[in-house]
């Protein structure tokens, strides 16, 4: 299974601020997102990662708010930008390690945004 | 777009009872569905799946069925033990490279 190392795992930051947050892979995998949770809630997709293309970005979340970067097999990273307290979340970066059947998703650790 | 529906929101069961959650889909065309458990402070890992040509799946004490006409499947979970609180969460896509829909989740409490 993908070994999936997140950084950093939690920080506080102010508002109004960006934090960009880094997902290592340990081996190439075809499919990377971005997860957010939310306190208390489920988990909801904000974009896939394509490696050397702009990420596909789900319903609510936009590329100027979530600037993502997948410059190769093994690497993305997440930026939150212009940080409010509404985006008080854990970002979990997870991969599809398994092509042709329906795969396994794995997700990293989270990284817990505190945005004051 | 699918829509994943998950009962209960909490769960409270007596050591050694069985623990049942539901989970509806909307996308007839949904093929995988797999079950996350999350531990307070952790990442969710997959604990069991099942694919759309079965319709039960066990292993030890977990089991999840499907029905695929009435578009539910369930989380069993028998001889229930304080390591199994968590929250499980289902999910369901509709091709190997379709994206997972949620549920809401389930906090499952097992009290000794």
């Known amino acids: 299974s993908a070994v999936i190392s997140q950084k950093p795992s939690r920080d506080i930051c102010q508002r109004g601020t960006s934090l960009t947050i880094q997902c290592q892979v340990d081996?190439?995998?075809?499919?990377m997102f971005w997860y957010r949770q939310q306190p208390g809630q489920s988990l909801t997709l904000i974009a896939t990662?394509?490696?050397?293309?702009?990420?596909?970005?789900e319903s609510g979340f936009v590329i100027d708010k979530f600037p993502i970067s997948r410059p190769n097999l093994t690497f993305s990273t997440l930026t939150v930008s212009n940080m409010s307290p509404e985006d008080s979340s854990i970002y979990l970066c997870s991969v599809l390690d398994r092509a042709g059947l329906p795969g396994e998703l794995f997700f990293g650790e989270g990284s817990r945004l505190t945005v004051l | 777009g699918e829509n994943v529906e998950q009962h209960p929101s909490t769960l409270s069961v007596q050591e050694g009872d069985s623990a049942v959650i539901k989970c509806t889909y909307s996308d007839s065309a949904s093929n995988y569905f797999p079950w996350y458990k999350q531990e307070l402070g952790k990442r969710p890992q997959l604990i069991i799946d099942?694919?759309?040509?079965?319709g039960e799946k066990k292993d030890q004490r977990i089991a999840v069925t499907l029905n695929k006409t009435a578009k539910h499947f369930s989380l069993h979970i028998t001889e229930t033990q304080p390591e199994d609180s968590a929250v499980y969460f289902c999910?369901?896509?509709?091709?190997?490279?379709?994206?997972?829909?949620f549920g809401a989740g389930t906090q499952v409490v097992v009290t000794p």
């Open positions: 099942i694919r759309s040509n079965v």
């Open positions: 081996s190439q995998v075809t499919m």
């Open positions: 990662a394509n490696q050397g293309s702009e990420a596909t970005y």
């Open positions: 999910a369901a896509k509709t091709d190997s490279w379709g994206k997972l829909q």
